[in-house]
Antibody
Framework: EVQLVESGGGLIPVGGSLRLSCAAS????????MSWARQAPGKGLEWVSS????????AYADSAKGRFTISRDNSKSTVYLQMDSLRVEDTALYYC??????????????WGQGILVTVSS | DIQMTQSPSTLSASVGDRVTITCRAS??????LAWFQQKPGKAPKLLMH???TLVNGDPSRFSGSGSGTEFTLTISNLQPDDFATYYC?????????FGQGTKVEIK
């Protein structure tokens, strides 16, 4: 059974940094791209960043470029999202999601339960 | 970026009804369209991809159609478990954008 468990969220002041982690199990982690998406309170879904299975290819939404960094450790079956220079508008539930391919997958097929990040002014 | 627009935003229906949700893309995305279902407090669940391919285990009362810029998700014989918010997502371009969601609520 595919499981994705996010951690590392919390309350952080504007301008601060946070690193989210997503521990994966139930599949061959290195053979799948992974993504982060987010959902602001009461709002819709927004893709944030993706990384290929090998870790060599990354992609970011415009809202994340230059501030967020995605990475992965295939030996730990974990994907990370380093978030710097946080803004109030980054407040959201952050989801880890599995891609449907080994590369930078545009489609995801399993999502974790999410972790809340609250940026306070 | 490709914009995705869903309608309606909210849909009130009864058990047993047939309901249709529309998703429009700002430019041609072929059949690279997925539908997600999200229940309150839960993670989104992939329901369908490539316009109309159901994910394993999803009931056949869900069907998808369309291509290019206009797509529909139809739920036949609405069941209590189907009351949720549905999102379309294009995966034709790297922006991989979602629609704003359609909430299917009990009438």
């Amino acid at each position: 059974e595919v499981q994705l468990v996010e951690s590392g969220g919390g309350l952080i002041p504007v301008g601060g940094s946070l690193r989210l982690s997503c521990a994966a199990s139930g599949f061959t982690f290195s053979s799948r791209g992974m993504s982060w998406a987010r959902q602001a309170p009461g709002k819709g879904l927004e893709w944030v960043s993706s990384i290929s299975g090998s870790g060599t290819t990354t992609a970011y939404a415009d809202s994340a470029k230059g501030r967020f960094t995605i990475s992965r450790d295939n030996s730990k079956s974990t994907v990370y999202l380093q978030m710097d220079s946080l803004r109030v508008e980054d407040t959201a539930l952050y989801y880890c999601a599995r891609g449907d391919c080994p590369g930078d997958c545009y489609l995801t097929d399993y999502w974790g339960q999410g972790i809340l990040v609250t940026v306070s002014s | 970026d490709i914009q995705m627009t869903q309608s309606p935003s909210t849909l009130s229906a009864s058990v047993g009804d047939r309901v249709t949700i529309t998703c429009r893309a700002s430019r041609n995305i072929g059949t690279s369209l997925a539908w997600f279902q999200q229940k309150p407090g839960k993670a989104p669940k992939l329901l369908m991809h490539t316009r109309s391919t159901l994910v394993n285990g999803d009931p056949s009362r869900f069907s998808g159609s369309g291509s290019g810029t206009e797509f529909t998700l139809t739920i036949s014989n609405l069941q209590p478990d189907d009351f949720a918010t549905y999102y379309c997502q294009q995966y034709s371009s790297s922006s991989r954008t979602f629609g704003q969601g359609t909430k299917v609520e009990i009438k």
